[in-house]
């Protein structure tokens, strides 16, 4: 029985790597969607197509820079003459830029982070939309961060400014797409069990670190990013058919709204 109502779904994943997307693709596969994954680099995609394929699941992978119009038109194109419709667009691009304070911040790299983690999220929805209101009753989740919540880190402004604009671009979308009854909404991560971090985890300089951050965590856990992957889901399952322009959390509680 197809609880989710993702049986087929035509779902976009633009990037994809080692981390949430590709246990993004693996989640929304084993729903039972058809499961497009794009990301700059091939060898980021491909990992994530043999596990799929190994599992008996199906996977269309389609190499694409989100910051060039070109290669995001691309993708959309080719999407729409294999499926005809877009069900679902899952936003995962994303980029930290280099750690500074503002004092001292290289602006022009500041500026790449909002192409990355904004503009590019909204050139790439803009372009989708025909497909998604073919669709009908489509779904975009884009993927924000705990930086947006809280000041946690210095150095981090730009970013935590980026996906702060993200969230704001979420309600704004919800808001101007749900006559077409599209619905918008954002993932909000905090910590996450990645690669990076268990990398983390193996160097005695950075291990401390890492397990303040799990104190501080109420579940007592980092989140696996297959966890995180099961809120996309949800969000663009017909679970949540009566939420969008909503912001949901899923850090294990570290940040608990009021």
Not at 116 to 124: G, I, K, Q, R, Y
Not at 232 to 256: C, H, K, P, W
Request: net charge neutral.
């Amino acid at each position: 029985m197809d609880t989710l109502g993702l049986a087929g779904a035509v779902t976009l994943v633009a990037g994809v790597g080692p981390g949430l997307g590709a246990a993004t693709a693996g989640a929304f596969a084993g729903a039972g969607a058809e499961v497009v994954i794009s990301a700059r680099r091939a060898e980021s995609m491909d990992p994530v197509v043999t596990a799929l394929r190994g599992s008996g699941l199906g996977c269309t992978a389609l190499a694409s820079d989100m910051t060039s119009a070109a290669s995001r038109s691309e993708v959309i194109a080719e999407i729409g003459r294999r499926f005809g419709r877009l069900d679902v667009l899952v936003y995962n691009a994303s980029s930290t830029g280099t750690n500074a304070e503002v004092a001292d911040a290289d602006l022009d790299d500041w500026r790449r982070l909002m192409e990355v983690n904004l503009w590019s999220a909204l050139a790439l929805t803009q372009q989708a939309v025909p497909l998604l209101r073919q669709a009908g009753g489509a779904r975009i989740v884009m993927v924000s961060a705990m930086t947006t919540r809280m000041v946690s880190a210095r150095g981090r402004g730009g970013y935590a400014i980026s996906k702060a604009a993200l969230n704001q671009a979420v309600r704004t979308l919800a808001y101007e797409l749900a006559g077409d009854g599209i619905r918008v909404n954002a993932v909000v991560p905090g910590w996450m069990e990645t690669p990076t971090v268990a990398s983390w985890r193996a160097d005695p300089a950075l291990s401390r670190h890492v397990e303040r951050a799990r104190e501080l965590i109420p579940l007592g856990e980092i989140p696996t990013p297959a966890a995180v992957a099961g809120t996309i889901v949800f969000l663009a399952s017909r679970l949540s058919e009566a939420v969008t322009g909503e912001l949901i959390d899923a850090n294990g509680g570290q940040y608990m709204r009021g």
